[in-house]
């Protein structure tokens, strides 16, 4: 959770003028956490919204105020059962602030801290807390102190190779793209692979000889091999077994399961080497369509927190 910068970017690029709303603090329930944004920005039919705070009516109530809003910055507190009927007991306090380009140009460094009202002087517990940050190396967590909100500029840490635009890659990139975390580079052998609109946040890269890109992938990604090539796939297998990461996952059926794992083998790959490479991905129960494989695949990682997890293995 984080200022998600790159996102107000786009959408100021494309729209002008985008307001910012901020779940600043919560007593007691509420449907998101503190640190949760949407973007909101007119639209001649309506209004143009990315993200979402959560919560039904509390969040059709702060679409149609920061439609209406002029103010630089707004501070709101919203008690979500007896304001807005809603069944959560708790309340929250949402922070709506207008950016265009000229705004978000003095937007800088790893934590965003800035005054929630009026234009006042940084208090001496904040100047604390970003000072502990600095110090410690460790981003503080979105929160409003003393009238000012603080928030890490969001980083996504989980990098995602995803190695083919087919069908099913094509999938996998609409689902896991929107998730708050990943980080995805996308490679296939050429640019016209690609579809024309490519998810924001997304990395597309052509290769004509994708494998060999294997040796630039971060030792902590994780890589979903669906190439077009069952040879591009075994030469990516190969590759990713000299090199480190965190998950390497094949899609495929049990004949090319047997098949991929003699082939390593023969490669010169041991069997406990092999057996990190998990074959088939996906929940074979939902079915092939490229939406239920790329659904399936999305759940594991998202149950697993940092890694795939599959009992069918190349060296089973």
């Not at 910012?20 to 001649?44: F, K, N, Q």
């Not at 980083?155 to 190695?163: F, G, K, L, M, Q």
Request: some cysteine; hydrophobic content about 45%.
């Amino acid at each position: 959770m984080g200022f998600d910068l790159d996102a107000l970017r786009a959408a100021v690029a494309a729209h002008g003028r985008v307001t910012r709303v901020v779940i600043a603090e919560v007593r007691g329930s509420s449907p998101r956490e503190v640190g949760t944004a949407m973007l909101v920005w007119p639209e001649p039919d309506g209004v143009g919204q990315s993200g979402t705070i959560g919560g039904g009516t509390l969040e059709h109530a702060a679409t149609g105020a920061a439609r209406r809003q002029r103010a630089a910055r707004v501070l709101s507190r919203h008690a979500l059962g007896p304001d807005l009927g809603q069944c959560c007991g708790g309340a929250v306090t949402l922070l709506s602030e207008v950016f265009d380009a000229g705004t978000l140009a003095v937007l800088d460094g790893e934590v965003i801290a800035r005054p929630a009202g009026g234009d006042t002087a940084m208090p001496l517990a904040v100047r604390r807390l970003l000072a502990a940050a600095r110090a410690q190396g460790v981003p503080p967590e979105p929160q409003l102190v003393e009238g000012w909100m603080v928030e890490p500029v969001h980083r996504p840490a989980r990098p995602v190779w995803i190695w083919g635009a087919g069908h099913v890659g094509r999938a996998l990139v609409d689902v896991l793209a929107p998730l708050p975390d990943m980080a995805i580079t996308w490679v296939d052998t050429g640019a016209e692979r690609f579809p024309a609109a490519v998810p924001a946040g997304v990395t597309t890269v052509p290769a004509a000889d994708p494998a060999r890109l294997v040796a630039h992938a971060p030792a902590d990604a994780e890589h979903l091999v669906l190439t077009y090539s069952h040879a591009l796939d075994l030469e990516i297998c190969n590759r990713l077994l000299g090199h480190e990461f965190a998950f390497a996952g094949l899609i495929g059926s049990a004949t090319k399961r047997a098949r991929f794992r003699s082939r390593l083998a023969a490669l010169g790959h041991g069997p406990e080497r092999i057996a990190r490479i998990t074959c088939p991905i996906g929940d074979p129960t939902l079915g092939k369509h490229p939406q239920m494989i790329a659904v399936g695949v999305a759940a594991q990682m998202l149950r697993s927190g940092r890694h795939i997890s599959n009992d069918k293995e190349l060296s089973a």
